[in-house]
């Protein structure tokens, strides 16, 4: 069942994006409407997993790649549209490849990303990476990007536009920071896997 929802919110999210191309009003609302059930699903998937004991390695993975993929459907579309800068998907993408590539690797030797067997060591990259705290921070910054760039699209008569858009670009630049903030321990505690590949 976690791991329906994490493929459902896949979809959900390329229709969703799909449909900000189409520049009307009520598909804008729609739009937005459906983006908070995608950011929803995020939080669903895991409390389902844990609710029916379904959390295996395979389930933590396929969270991770289901979180990647909404991430750069979302920030590959606003740039296309417009709403954000080339070099943010750039770096997101980016930042994603590289600390994936790592985490199939430590995948392979009984590792994950968060949790019990998290990969990360040192106490202090535990905490930017694998804390709840954080990851949580990072969830709700994104979340809010994603569906505060889309509502700064939609007329208001009765919320100022002015602070719908300030909220949505302080929220687009923090998570930008926490992804990269997230992804540097990752790299860095990579080191000693290749080294005992080498070895």
């Not at 937005?32 to 609710?51: M, P």
């Not at 590289?98 to 990303?113: M, N, Q």
């Amino acid at each position: 069942m976690a791991n329906f929802i994490t493929m459902s919110r896949i979809i959900l999210a390329i229709i969703t994006v799909s449909l900000l191309f189409i520049h009307t009003v009520p598909v804008y609302i729609a739009a937005f409407i459906l983006t908070v059930i995608v950011i929803w699903f995020d939080g669903l998937d895991g409390f389902v997993a844990r609710l029916l004991k379904e959390e295996s390695r395979f389930g933590a993975m396929l969270d991770i790649l289901g979180d990647r993929i909404v991430e750069n459907i979302y920030w590959i579309a606003f740039c296309a549209l417009g709403f954000v800068p080339a070099w943010i998907p750039i770096v997101v993408v980016t930042r994603g490849l590289l600390t994936d590539g790592v985490r199939s690797l430590a995948f392979e030797k009984g590792f994950t990303a968060f949790g019990t067997t998290t990969m990360q060591q040192n106490p202090i990259a535990k905490f930017i990476v694998a804390s709840r705290t954080v990851r949580f921070s990072y969830a709700v910054f994104k979340a809010f990007a994603f569906a505060f760039l889309i509502a700064a699209k939609i007329p208001m008569e009765y919320m100022g536009k002015d602070i719908v858009i300030m909220i949505a670009y302080a929220c687009v630049y923090i998570s930008v920071f926490l992804c990269v903030l997230r992804g540097i321990p990752v790299l860095l505690e990579s080191k000693r896997f290749f080294t005992e590949d080498a070895k």
